[in-house]
Antibody, heavy 115, light 109 residues
Framework: EVQLVETGGGLIQPGGSLRLSCAAS????????MSWVRQAPGKGLEWVSV???????YYADSVKGRFTISRDNSKNTLYLQMNSLRAEDTAVYYCARGPSYFDYWGQGTLVTVSS | QSALTQPASVSGSPGQSITISCTGTSSDVGSYNLVSWYQQHPGKAPKLMIYEVSKRPSGVSNRFSGSKSGNTASLTISGLQAEDEADYYC?????????FGGGTKLTVL
């Protein structure tokens, strides 16, 4: 059974850093495209970043230069390193598997950026 | 990376059909047959309902169907049921990035 479990969210001050993790089971992270998608409170979904099976990475303009997506093949885990956090980064962050669409999602982890 | 345009809300009575539109540009919806649709109930993670414009994942009811014409994609739900009440989001591949719609709240009257 495919499962994605995000951890690492919490309350962080503006300008701070946080690393989210997404532990996968039932499939191999490194063989799939993996994305992060976020949802601000009461708002819609926003794609954040993707890492291709070949290792290429891409980012939404809103996070480019501040966020870094990566994976640990030995742990079958996806990461999102978030630096220089802003209030507008407050959201539930989901990891999702998929090539051109997202077929499995985690339950999400809440990141709150506030002083 | 502008969001795709969806109506904020739609409604229908049980048994009726509704259609949700999703308008993009020639850089996203119009360029790729890679539109997907997601259902999200309050407090839950999104669920894939349609992928590659009109394909249904295993386990999704055949009451859900998708189509595309030019820069606009559509999701149709026939035979509305109470459990269909949720938020629906379209999404399009746009060349190494993905764009979501703003979401549509479906109310079953």
């Amino acid at each position: 059974e495919v499962q994605l479990v995000e951890t690492g969210g919490g309350l962080i001050q503006p300008g701070g850093s946080l690393r989210l993790s997404c532990a996968a089971s039932g499939f191999t992270v490194s063989s799939n495209y993996m994305s992060w998608v976020r949802q601000a409170p009461g708002k819609g979904l926003e794609w954040v970043s993707v890492i291709y099976s070949g290792g290429s990475t891409y980012y939404a303009d809103s996070v480019k230069g501040r966020f870094t997506i990566s994976r640990d093949n030995s742990k079958n885990t996806l990461y999102l390193q978030m630096n220089s956090l802003r209030a507008e980064d407050t959201a539930v962050y989901y990891c999702a598997r998929g090539p051109s669409y997202f077929d499995y999602w985690g339950q999400g982890t809440l990141v709150t950026v506030s002083s | 990376q502008s969001a795709l345009t969806q109506p904020a809300s739609v409604s229908g009575s049980p048994g009726q059909s509704i259609t949700i539109s999703c308008t993009g540009t020639s850089s996203d919806v119009g360029s790729y047959n890679l539109v997907s649709w997601y259902q999200q109930h309050p407090g839950k993670a999104p669920k894939l309902m349609i992928y590659e414009v009109s394909k249904r994942p295993s386990g999704v009811s055949n009451r859900f169907s998708g189509s595309k014409s030019g820069n606009t994609a559509s999701l149709t739900i026939s035979g509305l049921q109470a459990e269909d009440e949720a938020d629906y989001y379209c999404c399009s591949y746009a060349g190494s990035l993905w764009v979501f719609g703003g979401g549509t709240k479906l109310t079953v009257l």
